[in-house]
């Protein structure tokens, strides 16, 4: 595993309150959500670890959980696991970190 530059990003620091967006960037050859939310980045798999469909259209709420969209499955930023069902599904969060220039590196 190494750190990934993640090149084009907004910065991080755009994002206040509820504000969120989320970007899908590829690293080797894997689809990664970058979610861009109170000044923090988070970067998770794309694929919702429950039925495996895309989270790149998911909403976030004011908790900091995201919501898969097929489902209804909701998955904690903080710590990935699934908060709305109780069957073991956890969101595999991706360690990030924003240099002060503002660019953003994933660690995968």
Partial sequence: MRWYR???MPNASDF???QSQIFR???QEES????LKNQKVYAFREEC???GKSLLHSRCDHESEITCLAHNFKFSLEDGKCTS???GYR???LQTKTESNGDVLIYY
């Fill in 16 to 18: 206040s309150g509820n």
């Fill in 85 to 87: 069902h109780n069957e």
């Fill in 6 to 8: 993640i090149n084009g």
């Fill in 25 to 27: 960037v590829k690293i």
């Fill in 91 to 93: 969101l595999q969060l």
């Fill in 32 to 35: 990664i959500c970058v979610l």
């Fill in 49 to 51: 670890p429950h039925a």
